[in-house]
T-cell receptor, first 113, second 111 residues
Framework: DVKVTQSSRYLVKRTGEKVFLECVQD?????MFWYRQDPGLGLRLIYF???????EKGDIPEGYSVSREKKERFSLILESASTNQTSMYLC????????????FGDGTRLSIL | GQNIDQPTEMTATEGAIVQINCTYQ??????LFWYQQHAGEAPTFLSY????GLEEKGRFSSFLSRSKGYSYLLLKELQMKDSASYLC????????????FGKGTRLSVIA
């Protein structure tokens, strides 16, 4: 079974802090994704990566950056956390082939105070 | 633009059949996925359609009509554990492109 592991289930940070969310997958997937999920808004794509050191902006990249130094690890960085970044963050990975599904981690519920 | 529409909430009775609809207006089409998400948990993959017709997997089936921009997920013999959100997602271009997700349908199964 594919395993996508997010480093924290719950995280509380303060406004202005730099926040790192880590995601690791164990199935040698090329693609990795970061989403945020908010009530009434569904899943929104922040960034994705299809290879080491490659990144593409999603629908809502403002205020975020990402890092992919190794194939199995994809990090989401909140450069200066703000209260409107309080959300559930979900990481996913998939193979390159378009018929392959994305596999999701359990999510990190991030609260910015 | 891209738009994926699903009903926000549905309620159905244990043992019954329920159909969750998804309509999409996207610039292109290269496959549609259905996911199940229990409250507080990760979405899990249910089904994939790229050609017109019905795909059956046990109690769950998914149908696609590309000409109508329409899909549905059919759940038979409903169980309480089927209470969850169901997400429809479309790949709107060929190649390695991200999915576009609908906002999900929250299904409540009652006794």
């Amino acid at each position: 079974d594919v395993k996508v592991t997010q480093s924290s289930r719950y995280l509380v940070k303060r406004t202005g802090e730099k926040v790192f969310l880590e995601c690791v997958q164990d199935m040698d997937h090329e693609n990795m994704f970061w989403y945020r999920q908010d009530p009434g808004l569904g899943l929104r794509l922040i960034y994705f990566s299809y290879d080491v050191k490659m990144k593409e902006k999603g629908d809502i990249p403002e205020g975020y950056s990402v890092s992919r130094e190794k194939k199995e690890r994809f990090s989401l960085i909140l450069e200066s956390a703000s209260t409107n970044q309080t959300s559930m963050y979900l990481c996913a990975s998939s193979l390159l082939s378009p018929d392959q599904p994305q596999h999701f981690g359990d999510g990190t519920r991030l609260s910015i105070l | 633009g891209q738009n994926i529409d699903q009903p926000t909430e549905m309620t159905a009775t244990e043992g019954a059949i329920v159909q969750i609809n998804c309509t999409y207006q996207t610039s292109g089409f290269n496959g549609l996925f259905w996911y199940q998400q229990h409250a507080g948990e990760a979405p899990t993959f249910l089904s994939y359609n790229v050609l017109d017709g019905l795909e059956e997997k046990g109690r769950f089936s998914s149908f696609l009509s590309r000409s109508k921009g329409y899909s549905y997920l059919l759940l038979k013999e409903l169980q309480m554990k089927d209470s969850a959100s169901y997400l429809c997602a479309v790949r709107d271009r060929s190649g390695n492109t991200p999915l576009v997700f609908g906002k999900g349908t929250r299904l409540s199964v009652i006794a």
